[in-house]
C-alpha cells in the first residue's frame, strides 16, 4: 500500500510540473503520429514504413504473455 501510495504521489508531482511550454515540440509530435496513422489507415505501408527505423523489430505478445517478432520488413509485407 505504501509503494502505491509513493507511486501515486509522485505521479502528481509529475503531472503538476507539465505545462503547455514544455511541449515545444508539440508540432512535430502531431504531425507525426497524424502521418502514422493516416498511413496505416490507407494502407500505404510504403508511408507507414517510413514512420519506423530501418532496424525496428515489431514485438507480438500473445494473450499468455509469450511474444514474438518481425523485422520491419516482414511485418510491412505480412
Do not use: K
Amino acid at each position: 500500500m505504501r509503494g502505491f501510495l509513493v507511486a501515486l504521489l509522485s505521479c502528481s508531482l509529475l503531472l503538476s510540473a507539465c505545462n503547455r511550454a514544455d511541449y515545444a515540440e508539440e508540432p512535430v509530435l502531431r504531425t507525426f503520429l497524424e502521418r502514422y496513422f493516416s498511413t496505416w489507415s490507407a494502407q500505404d505501408m510504403e508511408g507507414y514504413g517510413a514512420c519506423f527505423d530501418p532496424a525496428a523489430r515489431i514485438t507480438f505478445v500473445d494473450q499468455s504473455g509469450h511474444g514474438s517478432s518481425q523485422g520491419l520488413t516482414d511485418f510491412l509485407h505480412g
